[in-house]
């Protein structure tokens, strides 16, 4: 069965540290991989997908196919990270699997 | 407020009775769907619609009913036959371009709690 594995409920990083929020998946085909986020009294609106390759707000993240990984990263946190951040996969035609997501602090 | 409305923000129910949640787009999205978030267990999909007057079950579909009579609306009713009510509900809506890119729109949820 497809799942996600988001390892951290509760991350904290002090401003200007480098931040990596850990996803891991159990699928056997190809995945299409995203990232959600969820600030403070806003809506969950995507970050960014794999299939893009984008950096989004200084955050990117890598397909690890190998490691069945796609974490997140950035290398200098801000305050205004601080957030909600949901992992999510997507078999193909089928819909999402989310992740139980991990809460970022990022401390001044 | 963001094309599409869920209403109402808190909703209070009592045990054995049915309730249930609205869910409004403005978006001409053809596709709409019900979330359920819990605490560390991140979101499952209760039903979704992929065109008017049709509708799949999701991963937690028993004790949930809904209904897509019109292209804006994808309303949840949530039953007595649901045994853990209590949670926080989201509605999403994408057109079926975005469903393949994953640009989905969420609303803002809402908050029930059975008394």
């Known amino acids: 069965a497809q799942r996600v594995t988001q390892p951290e409920k509760l991350l904290s990083v002090f401003k200007g540290a480098p931040v990596e929020l850990k996803c891991n998946y159990s699928?056997?085909?190809?995945?299409?991989l995203f990232w959600y986020v969820q600030y403070s009294r806003q809506r969950l609106q995507l970050l960014l997908r794999?299939?893009s390759r984008e950096s989004i707000k200084g955050f990117t993240a890598d397909l690890n196919k190998g490691e069945t990984s796609f974490h997140l990263k950035k290398p200098f946190a801000q305050e205004e990270d601080s957030a909600m951040y949901y992992c999510?996969?997507?078999?193909?035609?089928?819909?999402?699997?989310f992740g139980p997501g991990t809460r970022l602090s990022v401390l001044p | 407020d963001g094309g599409i409305t869920q209403s109402p923000k808190y909703l209070f129910r009592k045990e054995g009775q049915n309730v249930t949640l609205s869910c409004e787009q403005n978006l001409n999205h053809d596709a709409m769907y019900w979330y359920r978030q819990d605490p560390g267990q991140g979101l499952r999909l209760i039903y979704y619609?992929?065109?008017?007057?049709?509708?799949q079950k999701g991963d937690i579909a028993e004790g949930y009913s809904v209904s897509r009579e019109k292209k804006e609306s994808f309303p949840l009713t949530v039953t007595s036959a649901q045994k853990n009510p209590t949670a926080f509900y989201l509605c999403?809506?994408?057109?079926?371009?975005?469903?393949?890119?994953?640009?989905?729109?969420f609303g803002s949820g809402t908050r029930l709690t059975v008394v």
């Open positions: 999403a809506s994408s057109t079926n371009e975005e469903k393949s890119s994953g640009g989905y729109t």
């Open positions: 999510a996969l997507r078999p193909p035609g089928q819909n999402f699997v």
């Open positions: 794999h299939i």
């Open positions: 699928y056997s085909g190809s995945p299409e």
């Open positions: 619609s992929q065109i008017v007057n049709d509708f």
